[in-house]
Nanobody
Framework: QVQLVESGGGLVQAGGSLRLSCAASRRTFSSYAVGWFRQAPGKERELVAANWKDGITNYADSVKGRFTISRDTAKNTVYLQMDSLKPEDTAVYYC????????????????WGQGTQVTVSS
């Protein structure tokens, strides 16, 4: 089992930045693939960014060039740096961990955090 705790969400104006953190309970966190998902009201949960076991990162087209996922293995923490935020980025953001090598869909992730709200005002 891996417990994940997100932090860093909040209210920001369009064009601003936020950095989300996801702290994991296990020191073996580095052996998991990690993803950041988001879910806006009335919409499906979507993958925003992933850091896979083989070190490859993957981003949704809507956030490429604006968001960066990174991992600090010493701190068992994964970050999502979000720059040039837009109102359409407003959602609850979830951190998730997977035992798969390159998980894409939400169903391929085994452990989830509780989510953190990000609200971008226009």
């Amino acid at each position: 089992q891996v417990q994940l705790v997100e932090s860093g969400g909040g209210l920001v104006q369009a064009g601003g930045s936020l950095r989300l953190s996801c702290a994991a309970s296990r020191r073996t966190f580095s052996s998991y693939a990690v993803g950041w998902f988001r879910q806006a009201p009335g919409k499906e949960r979507e993958l925003v960014a992933a850091n896979w076991k083989d070190g490859i990162t993957n981003y949704a087209d809507s956030v490429k060039g604006r968001f960066t996922i990174s991992r600090d293995t010493a701190k068992n923490t994964v970050y999502l740096q979000m720059d040039s935020l837009k109102p359409e980025d407003t959602a609850v953001y979830y951190c998730a961990a997977s035992l798969w090598t390159r998980p894409i869909g939400a169903g391929e992730y085994d452990f989830w955090g509780q989510g953190t709200q990000v609200t971008v005002s226009s």
